[in-house]
């Protein structure tokens, strides 16, 4: 049954993830964005429990029912929630507990994926398979924000090595044409309620860049000023820059001489031809103004995805998100899912390279405030 072994291939790679860490590293919250991985192994569980188990599954036994307090993350309809900025204090549930929570559910969805089932719970299923690989990407980002922000920089794991490949060609740019371009997402597999709506959109000529803007290249804005030249940012992210005494890109330190940062390995020598990483929007578009260049837009990205190679970071676009022509939210906890959040936020298209396997595809669409740099995030070019 593949949606049995979708399920059982889904919630091992998430413990897969956590495998490398100790105990402590569990639990810990250092900003109000990153959930102590505990955490988000709870969620993901309470996730099945909530929509599926507890409705839908006669004879279901609750493993706690102070679980819906602890691991709801933002949905209203549910009922009340631990807020987000407290789920570093939150030390019991211990993690053995969580762990026993896992296997609870884990075991119980086992036998109900064994039962006949509606197209709808099927539909709900794979919705939680999807959003369980979310929070393993976002395991990934919070795992490397707890570890590169402890003093001891200590290392992931010595073995998780990533290489980059840079793209295959000699032609710094691709040259689109002016004209109508479907944007959105068009099939029958499963994507996201914020990817429906598939339009036409008309764009003028651009040029988008065929390769990422690499460590190197960032260097040498950070060498000319950048970060002290308020023309190339916006007005929010010059009192960002200021405000936050900006510098570099996160997890860059100057020791010795030398930028570093901090990797899967621990700290390690800046790889110059390593595409950027760790920036914010404001960042990006600073470092675009200062190439006499922009960001495309994610309608630009998309039109051009085909014909790029994409998948190492997730690119931020000029385009602030927004629903799509027709766009409705679902009844229920569901529809809080993605239109809630469809203001102060910015696309990013692409992927990265904590991306789970078959999780990104040309019509995802990413989004984060401007500020937040903690994501695998990075620059393409356009004009």
């Given at each position: 049954?593949?949606?049995k072994?979708?399920f ?7 413990m897969h ?14 900003v109000?964005?990153?959930?102590p ?17 507890k ?5 279901y036994?609750e493993f706690?029912?102070?679980y ?29 507990d ?11 969805m086992?036998?109900?994926?064994d ?5 709808e719970?099927?539909a709900?299923?794979?919705l ?14 919070d ?14 794991s010595d073995t ?13 740019f691709?040259?689109m044409p ?30 988008i ?13 950070m060498e ?5 030249d ?9 009192d ?5 005494q900006v ?6 330190h100057?020791?010795?001489g030398?930028w570093q940062h901090?990797?899967?390995?621990g ?8 595409p ?5 929007y ?7 103004s200062?190439k ?5 837009t ?19 676009t000029?385009s ?6 027709g766009?409705t939210?679902a ?26 396997p078959?999780?990104?595809r ?8 401007p ?6 995030t ?6």
């Amino acid at each position: 049954m593949q949606l049995k072994n979708d399920f059982n291939t889904v919630r091992k790679r998430s413990m897969h993830i956590c495998a490398p860490l100790k105990t402590e590293d569990y639990v810990v919250q250092p900003v109000v964005d990153v959930s102590p991985p505990k955490w988000h192994l709870g969620h993901t569980t309470w996730f099945f429990e909530t929509f599926l188990l507890k409705p839908h599954f006669p004879g279901y036994k609750e493993f706690d029912p102070n679980y819906n307090f602890v691991f709801n993350s933002y949905y209203e309809t549910v009922g009340a929630r631990v807020i987000r900025t407290d789920r570093g204090n939150l030390s019991r549930p211990a993690v053995e507990d969580i762990m026993r929570y896992r296997e609870h559910v884990d075991k119980a969805m086992q036998s109900f994926l064994d039962t006949a089932l509606s197209d709808e719970i099927r539909a709900l299923i794979v919705l939680g398979l999807n959003h369980e690989e979310q929070h393993q990407e976002l395991l990934y980002t919070d795992i490397k924000y707890i570890l590169g922000h402890n003093p001891l920089m200590p290392a992931y794991s010595d073995t998780a090595v990533t290489s980059y490949t840079a793209p295959a060609t000699e032609q710094p740019f691709l040259q689109m044409p002016a004209g109508l371009y479907e944007i959105g997402y068009k099939g029958d597999g499963f994507c996201f309620d914020n990817e429906l709506g598939r339009h036409t959109v008309y764009l003028q000529d651009y040029q988008i860049s065929t390769r990422l803007v690499s460590n190197a290249e960032y260097l040498e804005f950070m060498e000319a000023g950048g970060y002290s030249d308020f023309r190339h940012w916006h007005a929010e992210g010059w009192d960002w820059v200021k405000r936050e005494q900006v510098k570099a890109p996160l997890y860059w330190h100057f020791v010795d001489g030398q930028w570093q940062h901090y990797t899967w390995q621990g700290l390690q020598p800046v790889a110059g031809d390593d595409p950027l990483c760790h920036i914010s929007y404001y960042e990006a578009t600073a470092y675009a103004s200062w190439k006499g260049m922009r960001l495309p837009t994610e309608f630009e990205w998309e039109a051009a995805a085909p014909k790029l190679s994409w998948g190492q970071r997730w690119e931020w676009t000029e385009s602030a998100y927004l629903p799509y022509p027709g766009f409705t939210k679902a009844p229920g906890a569901i529809g809080e899912y993605n239109g809630k959040f469809m203001v102060s936020q910015m696309v990013l298209r692409g992927g990265s390279e904590v991306t789970p396997p078959n999780h990104s595809r040309l019509t995802y669409r990413n989004f984060f405030h401007p500020s937040l740099r903690w994501q695998f995030t990075g620059i393409r070019l356009a004009k």
